[in-house]
């Protein structure tokens, strides 16, 4: 995995964004691949996994996203990737509302900042499919469900450790675990 920048520097000069995005292994390369799937799953306007991973290191190299101290360039590039779906997602929301209050005459005003917070119907389905995927997988595993559990109430992992009585150890073992079965199931479940 390479190196962030120095914590002296405010952010990464181009050459060393250029320098660590090509110093990528292959694996890192294939983590890449597997979040941007993740990431750009179902996204409107026929954008593709590959299409948000190159906006992503274009961004990156251009400056616009710049690289800050103390994150690895593969956490960073998939927050990048993360932001970029989002924004399409939203973008998407704001112009569905705008076309149905142009087909509504009585619907005068604006669409308010608040119908952002409303999560899309089909988003919502796909996320309760693939929340009840994720269950079936771990089904004969206790401590990948309390994970699992802990997780989808918000808790950090360390509220789950406590809350559940976990050495930092027996989480970590568990949350890699997790991490190669999903991992493994996600091509399946992408189909």
Same mark, same amino acid.
């Given at each position: 995995m390479t190196t962030p920048p120095k914590p002296g520097d405010a952010v990464a000069r181009?050459?060393?964004?250029?320098?660590?995005?090509?110093?990528?292994? +292959?694996? +890192?390369l294939v983590r890449l691949k597997t979040l941007a799937r993740l990431w750009s799953r179902g996204l409107p306007g026929g954008l593709g996994w590959s299409d948000i991973l190159h906006e992503a290191i274009a961004r990156v190299l251009d400056g616009s996203r710049p690289w800050p101290p103390g994150v690895p360039i593969l956490a960073f590039l998939s927050g990048v990737m993360r932001s970029i779906c989002n924004d399409h997602w939203r973008r998407a929301r704001s112009e569905q509302r705008l076309l149905v209050s142009r087909d509504d005459p009585d619907q005068r005003s604006w669409p308010s900042e608040e119908a952002d917070d409303v999560p899309d119907?089909?988003?919502?389905?796909?996320?309760?499919?693939?929340?009840?995927?994720?269950?079936?997988?771990?089904?004969?595993?206790?401590?990948?469900?309390?994970?699992?559990?802990?997780?989808?109430?918000?808790?950090?992992?360390?509220?789950?450790?406590?809350?559940?009585?976990?050495?930092?150890? +027996?989480?970590?073992?568990?949350?890699?675990?997790?991490?190669?079965?999903?991992?493994?199931?996600?091509?399946?479940?992408?189909k």
């Open positions: 181009a050459a060393d964004v250029a320098a660590a995005i090509d110093a990528l292994s +292959d694996i +890192d119907p089909e988003r919502v389905m796909a996320a309760a499919q693939m929340l009840a995927n994720v269950y079936r997988l771990f089904e004969a595993d206790p401590l990948a469900l309390k994970i699992i559990a802990g997780m989808a109430d918000g808790l950090p992992a360390s509220e789950i450790r406590k809350v559940h009585a976990m050495s930092e150890l +027996d989480y970590d073992t568990t949350r890699r675990r997790m991490r190669r079965t999903l991992l493994r199931h996600q091509r399946s479940w992408s």
